[in-house]
Nanobody, 124 residues
Framework: QVQLVESGGGLVQAGGSLRLSCAASGRTFSTNAMGWFRQAPGKEREFVAAINWRSGTTYNADSVKGRFTISRDNIKNTAYLQMNSLKPEDTAVYYC?????????????????WGQGTQVTVSS
């Protein structure tokens, strides 16, 4: 099993920045890709960004390109999501997820492990 714990969420004004962290523990050697997803009230969970744990290859949703950056620290087993130029429509619960395949997927059902989520609220 792999445990994922997100942190770094909070309340920020539009145009501001936040950095989310996702610490992985347990059988982390079995995970080869990690992703960030978000879910706003009344909406489906949507893909934000993903990263291949070994190569560092990244994949971002069009809605966050140029504003959000995913990265990882292999030694700390931690993934990050740097969020800049935040907008009110970025308000959501943000989840990190991990999968055993190295393919950086945008599909929620292809991820094996999920964190509990962290709330991000952007005020206008």
């Amino acid at each position: 099993q792999v445990q994922l714990v997100e942190s770094g969420g909070g309340l920020v004004q539009a145009g501001g920045s936040l950095r989310l962290s996702c610490a992985a523990s347990g059988r982390t050697f079995s995970t080869n890709a990690m992703g960030w997803f978000r879910q706003a009230p009344g909406k489906e969970r949507e893909f934000v960004a993903a990263i291949n744990w070994r190569s560092g290859t990244t994949y971002n949703a069009d809605s966050v390109k140029g504003r959000f950056t995913i990265s990882r620290d292999n030694i700390k087993n931690t993934a990050y999501l740097q969020m800049n130029s935040l907008k009110p429509e970025d308000t959501a619960v943000y989840y990190c997820a991990a999968r055993t395949s190295s393919y950086v997927s945008s599909r929620t059902y292809e991820y094996n492990y999920w964190g509990q989520g962290t709330q991000v609220t952007v005020s206008s």
